[in-house]
């Protein structure tokens, strides 16, 4: 099992930019696994921002593309998320997610809250 620990995140103003990290504790499979960045915000569904394959492929969700950026260190074991242009409609609860090894891990998540 990997225990997944996010820091980064706050408040921030509509335009502004936030970093979040995560780092992996635990096996992680190498050769194969995927991490990412979901949100929650209050009322809504969970939904994935960004994700990242051990290989190097990454994928976005279409309200963050171009604006947002999912980045790894391997050597770390940690993903990254830059986010700029923030909207208030960005504000939510941002989780970190790895799948390796078959199993799937969440982080306790960050909030970042976006003011206009």
């Known amino acids: 099992q990997v225990r997944l620990v996010e820091s980064g995140g706050g408040s921030g103003q509509a335009g502004g930019s936030l970093r979040l990290s995560c780092a992996a504790f635990g096996s992680v499979d190498r050769d194969f696994n995927v991490m990412g960045w979901y949100r929650q915000a209050p009322g809504k569904q969970r939904e994935m921002v960004a994700g990242i394959f051990s290989g190097g492929d990454i994928t976005y969700a279409d309200s963050v593309k171009g604006r947002f950026t999912i980045s790894r260190d391997d050597a770390k074991n940690m993903v990254f998320l830059q986010m700029n242009s923030l909207k208030p409609e960005d504000t939510a609860l941002y989780l970190c997610?790895?799948?390796?090894?078959?199993?799937?891990?969440w982080g306790q998540g960050t909030q970042v809250t976006v003011s206009s």
């Open positions: 997610s790895m799948v390796s090894g078959g199993y799937g891990s």
